[in-house]
């Protein structure tokens, strides 16, 4: 959802990383970037989520907000490749859009993190992870 990161830097983040492999979404994130001059703060990519982690991410971004077609895997795939490459912290956070909780959440089990809150907005529930801390 490009909204979400044209709202951060509306609301005084220093840079958001936007990613969709779609070109017609390209188009239109392209559009909604120059109407709100925010060209300076974005970089985006027509790109897979997992390339665009593996090979273009090199530092560890605030806070990552993935919002997947929600029948896939993808959620539980990028914050896997998150942690494989080191591309989070215990101070990270990650936000992850999904209209199926149950699912996402037994993913996330099995890997390193915990879920630190969850809202629920109409059919929509955003889980809130961060990094398990050491220790």
Same mark, same amino acid.
């Given at each position: 959802m490009e909204h979400v990161g044209i709202e951060a830097i509306s609301r005084g983040a220093k840079k958001? $990383?936007?990613c969709d492999k779609s070109k017609q979404a390209i188009e239109i994130i392209k559009k909604n970037i120059e109407k709100t001059h925010t060209q300076e703060q974005i970089e985006l990519y027509k790109n897979t989520f997992d390339d665009l982690l593996k090979n273009k991410i090199? /530092?560890?971004p605030n806070i990552t907000f993935i919002d997947p077609p929600y029948d896939t895997?993808?959620?539980?795939?990028a914050v896997k490749l998150m942690i494989e490459n080191d591309l989070i912290d215990e101070n990270s956070l990650i936000i992850i859009e999904t209209d199926n909780e149950n699912k996402i959440v037994k993913q996330l089990k099995s890997i390193n993190? /915990? $879920?630190i809150d969850t809202r629920?907005?109409?059919r929509v529930k955003l889980i809130f992870l961060s990094q398990k801390r050491k220790g």
């Open positions: 958001a $990383i936007l090199k /530092e560890k895997n993808f959620a539980y795939m993190v /915990e $879920i629920k907005y109409g």
